[in-house]
């Protein structure tokens, strides 16, 4: 489910030669049958491989529409009826192959079989109004809307869109990603870069291509040195009106909603979600496929370990109701205060 704006895809793949890459076994189907693209679970199609890690991921696997999954013999019998089970030992790394022989080119910022001859391609779209500085590249299908402006040395991939009235600064490097109205990137961010994802192996870790987006909704504010990383299969999705502070990282399939405040040298691990109007201060982190509600407040070098109530304030690490922390950090303090008085009294005796 890549989109073709920004990858190019080597499929289709018979399940004969996805055996033969992944040495995953099919015990019984066809396997002349052709896959034409990778898809999660949830998402997937009759034209679609997936992969299911284990039991946790069971009900999304009974439910699934895809054409084949990677699974391990242990999860195999639960594979619903007319879906091939290929299986593996490691249904992770068997997908991470194929996502490598699908999209061998993914990191680059321009098609393979067009390698750019001058910084600013002859497809690309410019809007009434907008400005391009010197020393800019734009790709192939590069879309920029009215009014915008693009600072000098920045970089541009294929098949970006960047709307009307958005101001990008200086040594910005966007790709695959779609960029609303009226926004403000400030200089040196980078988005839409390789996600940190890796399959752990014992013979080391394996680069899983990342081939989601990123998607900036309008009004939003990117801080100088910001990084959003593009989702894996998915996309990183930044709401309206949200703020960003610099040097704020932003991890794959991470979203947040909309009017966010994000401080200074904050992240978000991937998939981590920020529901609306949401409150993060300097250096706090958040980890991945957890959960902050709308209106939540967390105070600065605070760690979200587990998914958060909305309006209310946290801090500490991990986070909780900032009065519990508190009142934990006084009793701390004043049983530190009463041993150090007692050492104190022993030395003297």
């Avoid at 639960?78 to 990191?107: I, N, T, W």
């Avoid at 930044?238 to 200074?264: K, M």
């Avoid at 587990?306 to 934990?328: I, N």
Wanted: with cysteine.
């Amino acid at each position: 489910m890549a989109d073709p704006r920004f990858y190019d895809s080597k499929g289709p793949f018979s399940i004969a030669q996805i055996e033969q890459l992944t040495k995953a076994t099919l015990k019984a189907g066809d396997r002349e049958v052709q896959v034409w693209d990778l898809a999660p679970l949830d998402r997937a199609t009759p034209r679609h491989l997936a992969y299911c890690e284990g039991p946790r991921f069971g009900a999304a696997l009974r439910d699934t529409k895809a054409t084949a999954v990677f699974v391990t013999p242990q999860m195999a019998g639960r594979v619903p009826e007319g879906v091939l089970a290929l299986e593996c030992v490691k249904p992770s790394m068997a997908f991470a192959q194929m996502a490598h022989a699908f999209y061998p080119d993914a990191a680059l910022i321009w098609s393979v079989n067009q390698p750019p001859v001058q910084s600013i391609s002859p497809s690309a779209r410019i809007g009434e109004g907008t400005v391009i500085a010197p020393g800019v590249f734009l790709g192939e299908n590069v879309e920029i809307g009215r009014m915008a402006v693009i600072g000098p040395g920045s970089v541009i991939g294929r098949g970006v869109q960047i709307g009307n009235g958005t101001h990008v600064g200086a040594h910005v490097s966007i790709s695959h990603a779609l960029i609303g109205d009226n926004c403000s990137i400030h200089p040196g961010a980078r988005i839409g870069q390789d996600g940190f994802g890796y399959v752990n192996t014992p013979a080391g870790h394996f680069k899983i291509p990342q081939l989601g987006r990123v998607i900036i909704q309008d009004n939003v504010v990117v801080g100088a040195n910001v990084t959003i990383d593009r989702g894996a299969m998915s996309d990183t999705v930044v709401g309206e009106g949200t703020r960003f502070d610099n040097l704020v990282q932003i991890g794959h399939n991470a979203r947040t909603g909309r009017h966010c405040i994000i401080v200074s040298q904050a992240g978000l691990s991937g998939s981590a979600e920020i529901e609306d109007f949401v409150v993060i201060g300097g250096q706090v982190g958040v980890s991945g496929h957890v959960k902050v509600g709308k209106g939540a407040f967390i105070a600065g070098k605070s760690g979200v370990t587990r998914s958060l109530e909305g309006g209310k304030v946290y801090g500490g690490f991990p986070a909780r109701p900032v009065e519990q922390w508190r009142r934990e950090v006084g009793v701390v303090a004043r049983m530190a205060k009463a041993g150090k008085s007692k050492t104190e009294q022993t030395d003297n005796d």
